[in-house]
């Protein structure tokens, strides 16, 4: 699965390098609002059709196409841009448009985030914008689950059903994450 990443890499970190640049200068009740928006979108195609997240890989080279292509881009730029939930829009390109399994699409972005996240830092680190804390924190759980995902996960039968179900979860926490300081604010 690693070796299908080489094609979307390049518009990947294109696209982080990018986002990461504009992300320096965003006040952060925007971007809350942005990326609650965004999972609240992902959350209702998570939620409209469930069986096209359970579909097997394409084995064809249908994947591709300037189109994934431009997707991938895309997602490079959000991820850049805002990191939060790029795992989850990775998923989503890769299962509902490249047509990777779940499971498959799982493996790719580990390796994929890995890599999109060192322009990233460097671009954060030099502008000074890292919380050391809370990035070695999440440094640490991402590790942690990746590793756990690895082993565990990937070689269950049920993979991609329990893993759609746990991406649901985590969506939900996120939107009332990223509402919660507007909502906060508005019933004062």
Same mark, same amino acid.
């Given at each position: 699965?690693?070796r299908?990443s080489?094609?979307?890499?390049p518009?990947?970190?294109?696209g982080?390098i990018?986002?990461?640049?504009l992300?320096v200068?965003?006040?952060?009740?925007?971007l809350? &609002?942005c990326?609650?928006? &965004?999972?609240?979108g992902?959350?209702i195609?998570?939620?409209?059709?469930?069986k096209?997240?359970?579909?097997p890989?394409?084995?064809?080279n249908?994947k591709?196409?300037?189109?994934?292509?431009?997707?991938?881009f895309?997602?490079?730029?959000?991820?850049g841009?805002?990191q939060?939930?790029?795992g989850?829009?990775?998923?989503?390109?890769?299962?509902?448009?490249a047509?990777?399994?779940?499971k498959?699409?799982?493996?790719?972005k580990?390796?994929?985030?890995?890599?999109?996240?060192i322009?990233?830092?460097?671009?954060?680190?030099?502008?000074?914008?890292?919380?050391?804390v809370?990035?070695?924190?999440?440094?640490?759980?991402?590790?942690?689950?990746?590793?756990f995902?690895?082993k565990k996960?990937v070689?269950?039968?049920k993979a991609?059903?329990i893993?759609?179900k746990v991406?649901i979860a985590?969506?939900? &926490?996120?939107?009332?994450k990223?509402?919660?300081?507007?909502v906060?604010e508005?019933?004062?």
């Amino acid at each position: 699965m690693i070796r299908q990443s080489y094609f979307i890499i390049p518009p990947i970190l294109i696209g982080a390098i990018i986002g990461a640049n504009l992300a320096v200068d965003i006040p952060e009740s925007i971007l809350r &609002v942005c990326i609650g928006t &965004v999972m609240i979108g992902l959350l209702i195609t998570m939620l409209s059709n469930p069986k096209k997240w359970l579909i097997p890989t394409d084995g064809s080279n249908k994947k591709k196409t300037p189109k994934i292509w431009l997707a991938y881009f895309g997602l490079g730029l959000y991820g850049g841009f805002i990191q939060m939930g790029f795992g989850i829009f990775f998923l989503s390109i890769s299962v509902l448009m490249a047509k990777y399994a779940l499971k498959d699409g799982n493996i790719m972005k580990l390796f994929t985030a890995f890599l999109m996240t060192i322009p990233s830092f460097i671009i954060f680190a030099l502008s000074g914008s890292i919380d050391w804390v809370y990035g070695l924190t999440l440094a640490a759980g991402t590790a942690s689950g990746a590793r756990f995902g690895a082993k565990k996960v990937v070689h269950h039968p049920k993979a991609s059903a329990i893993t759609r179900k746990v991406l649901i979860a985590v969506i939900l &926490v996120a939107i009332i994450k990223m509402f919660q300081p507007l909502v906060l604010e508005l019933t004062r």
